[in-house]
Nanobody, 124 residues
Framework: QVHLMESGGGSVQAGGSLQLSCVVS????????MGWYRQTPGKEREIVMA???????RAIDSVKDRFTISQDRATGTLYLRMNNLEIEDTAVYYC??????????????????WGQGTQVTVSL
């Protein structure tokens, strides 16, 4: 069982910066990656950035040049550094832990654990 706890959200003016943290407790032997998702009212939760077990990183185009994902290997804490924030970045941000799904043919790497979310609000 893995427990995720986010922090670092808040209100910031456009152009400002925030850093989100996700403290990870517990062990998942099938872990294949960690990521940050976000969701706004009426919309589906979308992936923002992810770091995978093979060392690769995934990111949506709108944040590639502004956000950075990192993980402290010693503590497991996951970070999302967000620079030059835009109003469109306003959302609840969720930390996610991914596991290999052995019930799928391709052993897909899928989100298995979620944090409770932290609100990020960007204003003019």
């Amino acid at each position: 069982q893995v427990h995720l706890m986010e922090s670092g959200g808040g209100s910031v003016q456009a152009g400002g910066s925030l850093q989100l943290s996700c403290v990870v407790s517990g062990v998942d032997s099938l872990n294949c990656g960690m990521g940050w998702y976000r969701q706004t009212p009426g919309k589906e939760r979308e992936i923002v950035m992810a770091t995978l077990g093979d060392g690769s990183t995934r990111a949506i185009d709108s944040v590639k040049d502004r956000f950075t994902i990192s993980q402290d290997r010693a503590t497991g804490t996951l970070y999302l550094r967000m620079n030059n924030l835009e109003i469109e970045d306003t959302a609840v941000y969720y930390c996610a832990a991914m596991s290999v799904n052995l019930s799928t043919t391709a052993y897909a790497c899928q989100v298995r654990y979620w944090g409770q979310g932290t609100q990020v609000t960007v204003s003019l």
